[in-house]
């Protein structure tokens, strides 16, 4: 896959490009929208819940917590985690704004 040119883009364009690839996946979809209604959790709950291998949520997890959405709390063997909600509003207000102002869009094409 070739690399981004990034330097062609406003800051603006590849903080929104960046956000939308951490969501990319349904798994991180279905990860997160678990941590909006279950507060916390530990990767067996999510195991159970979205039916994937233990490693394979682990990656996930870790996606998400490195972009910043989700934190992680060591308790005894197990990590607890949950939506960082700093970021969460970050997300929902950059990407948000975004999608709304492309709702002015003109209808009409060629």
């Not at 979809?29 to 209604?37: D, E, K, P, T, Y």
């Not at 509003?89 to 102002?101: A, I, K, V």
Request: with cysteine.
């Amino acid at each position: 896959m070739g690399t981004t040119k990034g330097e062609l883009f406003t800051e603006e364009q590849n903080q929104i490009a960046a956000m939308a690839k951490v969501i990319a996946h349904p798994a991180r979809v279905a990860i997160l929208s678990f941590l909006v209604n279950a507060k916390d959790c530990v990767n067996k709950d999510l195991v159970a819940e979205l039916g994937l291998a233990q490693s394979t949520v682990s990656q996930h997890l870790n996606e998400l917590k490195k972009a910043g959405l989700v934190k992680g709390t060591i308790s005894g063997v197990n990590t607890c985690y949950c939506l960082d909600v700093e970021a969460w509003e970050m997300y929902r207000s950059t990407l948000g704004g975004f999608l709304t102002e492309l709702n002015d869009f003109n209808t009409t094409c060629c």
